[in-house]
């Protein structure tokens, strides 16, 4: 009887804001405008670095593949969150709960590669400015992307295949608003320890090794600013690197706050509120401290053909 109660599993029920039922025209009506905004800035950004010429360089194109991962991370999870949130919950087929755990992890894995390669380029640039264009190249750029999803796409699979063969005889409530990894595992009737330490070996070296390289990439840039003579020297070499440590900041913030600090003790809607920093507030934020922080972008959105059409009307 056990058995077949395994077996019949083929959906979890996501319970989402239970604690907001009150304001949930609103908050999904938030959520909504949230995603349009994440979308139109992300694909902003694409079109801006496809189009113009002054942003043909590799950072603008290590952006690019930035902007894609954002645009990957919030169609995976929005759609379902804003469904969970205006109903007060929702089912999830297993299948399309696996799917949206491993598109998920494929989206943060590549993203903290593409921050690393955005770092080296970085340092390329203000330590060995002499040498970045004969070293960053075309060939090198797009070696460095394409490996950056490759990788993601070929490590995070080896973490999926273990949990597609879990087995679930309890209640199939997820207190979320999308299928996240740990709480699948509660879930689970069966022994996820073997799981939980594959999730470490493969997933701490994807965000630790990446860390540490960054870290050390920005003390070289710094000392190397630190020696710049002028004040205009040092504040143009820092400009060039502000808005990619601004958004490694925030990145890795909220990874810490997620999976560093112990969740034991607290809400499950603290949890939540720090998970939305994540899926929704770096794919959100990512685009805008771009736009905002860099000259380059801003000259680029002004001589636009499609912004200057649409503001003509």
């Not at 060995?128 to 699979?157: E, G, K």
């Not at 470490?200 to 000392?223: E, H």
């Not at 607290?266 to 685009?287: A, D, E, M, R």
Request: proline fraction near 4%.
């Amino acid at each position: 009887m056990l058995e077949e109660n395994q077996t019949m599993v083929t959906e979890f029920l996501l319970l989402g804001f239970q604690s907001f039922q009150t304001f949930n025209v609103a908050l999904f009506i938030l959520f909504l405008v949230v995603y349009i905004i994440t979308l139109a800035g992300n694909l902003l950004i694409i079109i801006l670095v496809s189009t113009s010429q002054s942003l043909k360089s590799p950072m603008y194109f290590f952006l690019c593949h930035l902007s894609l991962s954002d645009m990957l991370l919030t169609t995976n999870l929005a759609p379902t969150m804003l469904r969970v949130v205006l109903n007060g919950g929702g089912t999830i087929h297993v299948t399309g709960c696996f799917t949206q755990i491993y598109l998920h992890g494929v989206s943060a894995a590549v993203e903290c590669l593409l921050l690393t390669v955005m770092s080296y380029d970085r340092y390329l640039a203000i330590c060995n400015p002499l040498h970045y264009t004969s070293i960053m190249d075309l060939r090198l750029s797009l070696h460095l992307v394409t490996w950056s999803w490759l990788i993601a796409f070929m490590v995070i699979l080896p973490m999926l295949i273990p949990i597609c063969q879990l087995q679930f005889c309890g209640p199939h409530i997820i207190d979320h608003y999308f299928c996240d990894f740990d709480p699948i595992l509660e879930l689970s009737c069966s022994d996820t320890s073997i799981v939980k330490l594959e999730q470490i070996v493969l997933a701490l070296p994807l965000t630790l090794f990446p860390f540490v390289f960054i870290t050390s990439t920005y003390v070289s840039i710094f000392l190397t600013i630190l020696r710049i003579p002028s004040t205009t020297g040092r504040q143009k070499a820092f400009s060039t690197c502000s808005s990619h440590l601004t958004v490694v900041g925030t990145y890795y913030g909220t990874i810490i706050a997620i999976y560093i600090i112990p969740s034991r003790g607290q809400s499950f809607n603290v949890n939540k509120v720090i998970s939305l920093l994540y899926t929704v507030g770096t794919p959100l934020f990512n685009p805008i401290i771009y736009s905002l922080r860099n000259q380059e972008i801003k000259a680029a959105l002004i001589k636009c053909p499609y912004i200057r059409r649409s503001s003509s009307f």
